[in-house]
C-alpha cells in the first residue's frame, strides 16, 4: 500500500491511497467520524436568560460551537469510559454573562482552561434587547461521535476510487463530449486532434461525457484498489491528527480482535 500526500491545510487534507481494499479505506473513514475523541460542551446551566431564544436552542448551540481540540487540549481530561466522566465538574468550565443591546457571539465564552476556547470568535450565539440578561455556566467534556454530532472531528470525510478516462482510437473523435464536462476537465486540441485531460483526479465519474458521445469515442471508469480520501474538520482539530488518531484505535481494534481470536473467544 502506498499513500501520497496531495494537498494539506489548517482544516483540510487530501491524500491517495494506492493498493489497498474499500473495506479497509471505508473503516478508516468510519473510524475518524465517529471514534476519535472531541471537546464540546455538554452540560448547560441556564442561570438566566432574557433573550427570545429558548434555552434548549441556547443550548444546542453553545454544544455545536467548535472548541480547540487538539493533542495538548486533550491530554489529560476524562474520556467517556473512564468512571468520573459524568460528574458535572469534571470537565473545562465556560462562563457567559452578558447585558444588552448585543450580539453575543462565541469570544464572549470565558474558558477556565486557556488553550481550550472557540475556534472562531465571531459565531453568533444569541442577540440581547436593551436590559435583556443573560448569565450562563456550562461544562465542556470530551466525547466520541457515535454519541453526538457535536462531536463529531470532521465536517467532511470522504473518499472515491481513484478515476480513470480512456479513449475509443478505432472511432472518430468526438470533441462534443469535453464540452460535456462540468468541471472542465477535458479540452479539445484540434490542432493536435486529442482531447486532454487537464485534472484526472477532480473528475466525479459523472459521466455527462459519456452520454455526449454518440459513438462511444470516451469511458469513464476507476482503478478499483486506488483511492483519494478527503479529511476536512471545523478547525478544532487539526485534519492530519485525525487521521493518525483514527489509525491508532484502528489498529487497537484490529489487536483486540486478534487477542479474542487467538483466546478461542472467551472474553
Not at 500526500?5 to 473513514?29: C, G, H, M, T, W
Not at 444588552?100 to 482552561?113: A, E, N, R, T
Not at 482531447?195 to 462511444?216: F, H, P, Q, T, W
Request: include cysteine.
Amino acid at each position: 500500500m502506498e499513500i501520497e500526500f496531495k494537498s494539506q491545510s489548517d482544516n483540510e487534507l487530501i491524500f491517495i491511497v494506492r493498493d489497498a481494499e474499500v473495506p479497509f479505506i471505508n473503516a478508516i473513514r468510519r473510524v475518524a467520524m465517529v471514534n476519535v475523541p472531541k471537546i464540546a460542551i455538554e452540560d448547560v446551566n441556564i442561570i438566566r436568560n432574557d433573550s427570545a431564544m429558548f434555552n434548549e436552542v441556547l443550548a444546542h448551540r453553545l454544544g455545536l460551537t467548535p472548541l480547540v481540540s487538539d493533542l495538548d487540549a486533550l491530554e489529560g481530561l476524562s474520556l467517556p469510559e473512564d468512571d468520573d466522566w459524568e460528574e458535572y465538574t469534571n470537565g473545562i468550565m465556560f462562563h457567559l454573562n452578558e447585558v444588552g443591546p448585543k450580539v453575543v457571539y462565541s469570544k464572549d465564552l470565558i474558558s477556565s482552561d486557556s488553550k481550550i476556547k472557540p475556534v472562531y470568535d465571531t459565531i453568533p450565539l444569541v442577540k440581547l434587547k436593551e436590559g435583556e440578561e443573560l448569565n450562563i455556566e456550562a461544562v465542556a467534556k470530551v466525547g466520541y461521535g457515535k454519541e453526538h454530532a457535536k462531536w463529531i472531528p470532521t465536517t467532511v470525510c470522504a473518499y472515491k476510487q481513484y478515476p480513470e478516462i480512456t479513449f475509443n482510437e478505432d472511432v472518430e473523435i468526438d470533441y462534443d463530449c469535453a464540452q460535456a464536462c462540468p468541471r472542465g476537465i477535458l479540452k479539445s486540441d484540434k490542432r493536435s486532434k486529442k482531447i486532454k485531460i487537464l485534472d484526472i483526479e477532480d473528475c466525479a465519474m459523472c459521466k455527462s461525457c459519456v452520454r455526449a458521445s454518440d459513438n462511444g469515442y470516451i469511458n469513464v471508469g476507476y482503478r478499483p484498489n486506488d483511492f483519494i480520501f478527503r479529511i476536512e474538520t471545523d478547525g478544532a482539530m487539526p485534519p492530519k491528527e485525525v487521521l493518525l488518531k483514527a489509525c491508532d484505535v484502528l489498529g487497537e481494534k484490529a489487536d483486540k480482535f486478534i487477542r479474542f481470536s487467538e483466546e478461542g473467544g472467551s472474553k
